[in-house]
């Protein structure tokens, strides 16, 4: 079974400039997650969307934003790229079951796109 | 808010030598997620740990939880050189405002 896919690998822009990072969950998860790991601040959470929809979103600014398609594969976008947006981006996907003490929505993570702005 | 705290945040280590990585986080969680991240890859699951008393065991390495103390250990038993990789505790948020939030990690290192 195809893990969690990301691309580019790498990506290389400048500052002010806008990146898109694409993520393809594994097959039969709905639920898409971004994280940034920044050097020295560890894994943050970005964004969850769900069926579609955004659900939750972390302390980071409107400037990063993102959708999720039909066939359940995200997009995330940083626009007015700043230094310090410098850093390694996870997208990991869950299965979301209905409630109950032994739902195992555990996430799987991707590789990562490095991005890097100079 | 959820705040996450790993220690030590660095470990060196001998092969066939034993340690714990100690995870405490701050409110209620249902679950706790250890990964392992090799330098320059990205996350893999290792344990999923669900309720009081849960243990978890997987080759050399043992995962146990106290939701009362909000503790979570992974235990190393006789380290090998494979083991050397960074470690992230992970805890849950239920609800609306679901999220994962992990804490800074353990970067280990076994030496021969």
């Known amino acids: 079974e195809a893990g969690v896919t990301q691309s580019p690998t790498h990506l290389i822009k400048t500052r002010g400039q806008q990146a898109t990072l694409r993520c393809s969950p594994i097959?039969?998860?709905?639920?898409v997650y971004w994280y940034q790991q920044a050097l020295g601040l560890g894994l943050q959470f970005l964004l969850w969307y769900d069926e579609g929809e955004e659900r939750n979103r972390g302390n980071f600014p409107p400037r990063f934003s993102g959708r999720q398609f039909p066939n359940y594969s995200s997009e995330l976008n940083v626009n007015a790229l700043e230094l310090e947006d410098s850093a390694l981006y996870l997208c990991?996907?869950?299965?979301?079951?209905?409630?109950?003490?032994?739902?195992?929505?555990?996430?799987?993570f991707g590789p990562g796109t490095r991005l890097t702005v100079l | 808010e959820l705040k996450v705290e790993q220690n030590p945040l660095f470990l060196s280590m001998q092969e066939g030598k034993n340690y714990t990585i100690y995870c405490n986080y701050s409110?209620?969680?249902?679950?706790l997620y250890w990964y392992r991240q090799d330098p320059g890859k990205s996350l893999e699951s290792l344990f999923v740990l669900l309720s009081n008393g849960a243990v978890k065991q997987e080759g050399r390495l043992m995962a146990s939880l106290d939701t009362k103390a909000r503790l979570s250990t992974l235990h190393i038993t006789a380290a090998v050189h494979d083991l050397s990789a960074t470690y992230f505790c992970?805890?849950?948020?239920?609800?609306?405002?679901?999220?994962?939030?992990f804490g800074k990690g353990t970067l280990l290192t076994v030496n021969p």
């Open positions: 992970a805890v849950d948020t239920r609800g609306s405002n679901y999220k994962l939030t």
């Open positions: 409110t209620t969680s249902d679950r």
């Open positions: 990991a996907s869950s299965l979301v079951l209905a409630g109950g003490p032994t739902r195992t929505d555990t996430q799987y």
């Open positions: 097959s039969g998860h709905t639920s």
